[in-house]
């Protein structure tokens, strides 16, 4: 993890399929940690582009989970999502949505409407709807993600950040840039300066900014 997380992808990709091709009796059982491993091979296969792989690598991993775990349990549930997030990528953005909408509606009924895993779904299904120019409905779930997430994890939790920062986004593209504006820069006053969103956000300010007068 400390590897990925640094931008090591070639160091994690060899110690995760080193442990992956030598414990084959483990996969074969789905060990949870070896399933880690494979859901991390995914995520660097991701990262480097190669998405026809990634996917394979979810879709496998979803059915061998899912021959002894509830199709919904946790880890199921973020194979799920980093699929969805590989077919977002590939342009087959109805196949993630129907994804996420399906998990969204599953797991709200399973654990109401405050759950993590809901919301982070939510989340990525308003990035979604983002990516087909649907900011009307974009904006009403985040909105409410951001909502529930300042109630649940507090106002400067870097989800909650996420979570307003998208918002802004969706009104920015709306046309409302005036009620962007507060949002993006409260955004940005709350993001460190290490966290790899951040240039992003800083380039959104700058873009709703241009877009806003100066006061008279």
Not at 56 to 71: A, H, Q
């Amino acid at each position: 993890r400390n590897y990925y997380e640094s931008g090591r992808l070639d160091e994690a990709y060899e110690l995760l399929r080193a442990l992956v091709d030598e414990h084959p009796d483990l996969v074969a059982r789905a060990e949870p940690h070896v399933m880690d491993a494979i859901n991390g091979i995914g995520l660097i296969l991701s990262d480097r582009g190669r998405l026809d792989d990634a996917e394979r690598v979810f879709l496998d991993l979803e059915e061998s989970l899912g021959r002894s775990l509830d199709s919904f349990h946790p880890s199921i549930v973020i194979v799920r999502n980093n699929l969805a997030r590989v077919w977002q990528a590939m342009g087959r953005q109805a196949d993630a949505e129907a994804l996420y909408r399906e998990t969204v509606d599953a797991l709200t009924e399973r654990h109401g409407p405050r759950d993590p895993n809901v919301l982070r779904f939510q989340n990525n299904l308003g990035t979604c709807l983002a990516d087909q120019g649907r900011f009307l409905e974009e904006e009403a779930i985040h909105r409410q993600v951001w909502t529930l997430r300042v109630e649940l994890l507090g106002a400067g939790h870097p989800d909650t950040v996420q979570s307003q920062n998208n918002l802004a986004h969706a009104l920015f593209a709306l046309g409302r840039p005036r009620e962007a504006l507060p949002l993006q820069e409260d955004a940005v006053a709350r993001t460190r300066a290490d966290d790899p969103n951040a240039a992003g956000r800083r380039k959104l300010l700058e873009d709703i900014r241009s877009q806003v007068p100066p006061p008279q």
